[in-house]
């Protein structure tokens, strides 16, 4: 049972990433996932949720506006399209599942660092 | 939005100690507080959901307790590899589904 992220990498203020997160060894579409961050120095950040069918997506305020949050779960994957990245975008990102909405986070990935420099 | 307040930020200890970290919350949780446990470099790890409902293959000496918006993690009998950051977090009814700030357990 894995949760793996990619798509991290340096990008200008302004600009465009897009990361996934790949699910094996379970029924990725029976998970709710969701993504959470980490700045430099700072505690973990919920940015993000979507439900297993994708029926129901929510946003923090910080990143509401600027990331959009979509599953493919005939590919496994989820991703997180981040645009107008801001430099306290910074930080390793993870997704991670639940099973149900009040269910902890049971199972991680490994993170994938984002860098937002010019 | 729910707020999460953790004491304390940091505290440090030795081993065979036992420690106690404190998670309130502005609001009502519904009991859906949960207890992660994170390294530097790793990803963080689920202990306790629920208040005090320990996940499978986390030793015994963790356990949770509160009700209401007061919430406890108590480390029994600390071990070396028990230095680490841990945060509360809610998953009551809606997102965002918000952490504490972390408290830093140092070894004295």
């Known amino acids: 049972v894995q949760l793996e992220e990619s798509g991290g990498g340096l990008a200008q203020p302004g600009g465009s990433l897009r990361l996934s997160c790949e699910g094996s060894g379970f029924i990725f579409r029976s998970y709710d996932i969701n993504w959470v961050r980490q700045a430099p120095g700072k505690g973990l950040e919920w940015i993000s949720y979507i439900t297993s069918s994708g029926s129901s997506i929510s946003y923090a305020d910080s990143v509401k506006g600027r990331f959009t949050i979509s599953r493919d779960n005939a590919r496994n994957t989820l991703y997180l399209q981040m645009n107008s990245l801001r430099a306290e975008d910074t930080g390793i990102y993870y997704c991670?599942?639940?099973?149900?909405?009040?269910?902890?986070?049971?199972?991680w990935g490994k993170g994938t660092t984002v860098v937002v420099s010019s | 939005d729910i707020q999460l307040t953790q004491s304390p930020s940091s505290l440090s200890a030795s081993i065979g100690d036992r420690v106690t970290i404190t998670c309130r919350t502005s609001q009502t949780v519904g009991g859906n507080l949960n207890w992660y446990q994170h390294k530097s470099g790793k990803p963080p790890k689920v202990l306790i959901h629920a208040t005090s409902h320990v996940q499978i293959g986390v030793p015994s000496r963790f356990s949770g307790t509160g009700s209401g918006t007061e919430f406890t993690l108590t480390i029994s009998n600390l071990q070396p590899e028990d230095f680490a950051t841990y945060y509360c977090?809610?998953?009551?009814?809606?997102?965002?589904?918000?952490f504490g700030q972390g408290t830093k357990l140092e070894i004295k």
């Open positions: 991670a599942r639940d099973r149900v909405a009040v269910a902890p986070m049971d199972v």
């Open positions: 977090q809610q998953s009551y009814n809606a997102p965002p589904y918000t």
